[in-house]
T-cell receptor
Framework: DQQVKQNSPSLSVQEGRISILNCDYT??????FLWYKKYPAEGPTFLIS?????DKNEDGRFTVFLNKSAKHLSLHIVPSQPGDSAVYFC????????????FGTGTRLTIIP | NAGVMQNPRHLVRRRGQEARLRCSPM?????VYWYRQLPEEGLKFMVY????????ESGMPKERFSAEFPKEGPSILRIQQVVRGDSAAYFC???????????FGPGTRLLVL
């Protein structure tokens, strides 16, 4: 049962344009969400997070939006740069005090120069 | 401040051998998490430990897998009598305390021949 879904395995975006990566979840007990970026042969790198009490969080070029009613979140990267080419994972944590993260399957983002 | 360290980065074992994966958390972090990533999949939670305690092992296979985080030294994930299906990337993450962002190491890629 995939509780966190990233339905787009890949995405290509022109350099300088906006990249939008999407994530859906099914578990209504999730209350904290994170985005990680991963290069080949490296570990995931934390990008940005959002608590369920907010609907938006910004950090530089990265903005995460959360729509709780739709159980949907998205990561916006603007402007996109070649170094943003990587696999992006959405992850979620529930509000039962569990520390474990539930990950999506990832979206491979390619920035075209 | 050094990040999460994992060694070895690559490990090759024959079926039936034992694999030991080590993780040193970031300085000041006392919470350690292990995740496994199978090819073309997202990361799956295995176990959450604090010093000398296993807090949540709900993601650990019931047999052959064990984990520890002793008072001194790194956390160890041990896989006994490895099988080909154990071939995966194993990632360790750490955090300073509860409900904090988890920071990942570079991973150990285990190949079982």
């Amino acid at each position: 049962d995939q509780q966190v879904k990233q339905n787009s395995p890949s995405l290509s975006v022109q350099e300088g344009r906006i990249s939008i990566l999407n994530c859906d979840y099914t578990n209504s007990m999730f209350d904290y969400f994170l985005w990680y970026k991963k290069y080949p042969a490296e570990g995931p790198t934390f990008l940005i997070s959002i608590s369920s009490i907010k609907d938006k969080n910004e950090d530089g070029r990265f903005t995460v939006f959360l729509n709780k009613s739709a159980k949907h979140l998205s990561l916006h990267i603007v402007p996109s740069q070649p170094g943003d080419s990587a696999v992006y994972f959405c992850a979620a944590r529930d509000n039962f005090g569990n520390e474990k993260l539930t990950f999506g399957t990832g979206t491979r983002l390619t920035i075209i120069p | 401040n050094a990040g999460v360290m994992q060694n070895p980065r690559h490990l090759v074992r024959r079926r039936g051998q034992e694999a030991r994966l080590r993780c040193s958390p970031m300085k000041g972090h006392s919470h350690v998490y292990w995740y496994r990533q199978l090819p073309e999949e997202g990361l799956k939670f295995m176990v959450y430990l604090q010093k000398e305690n296993i807090i949540d092992e709900s993601g650990m296979p019931k047999e052959r897998f064990s984990a520890e985080f002793p008072k001194e030294g790194p956390s160890i994930l041990r896989i006994q009598q490895v099988v080909r299906g154990d071939s995966a990337a194993y990632f360790c993450a750490s955090s300073p305390t509860y409900q904090e962002t988890q920071y990942f190491g570079p991973g150990t890629r285990l190949l079982v021949l």
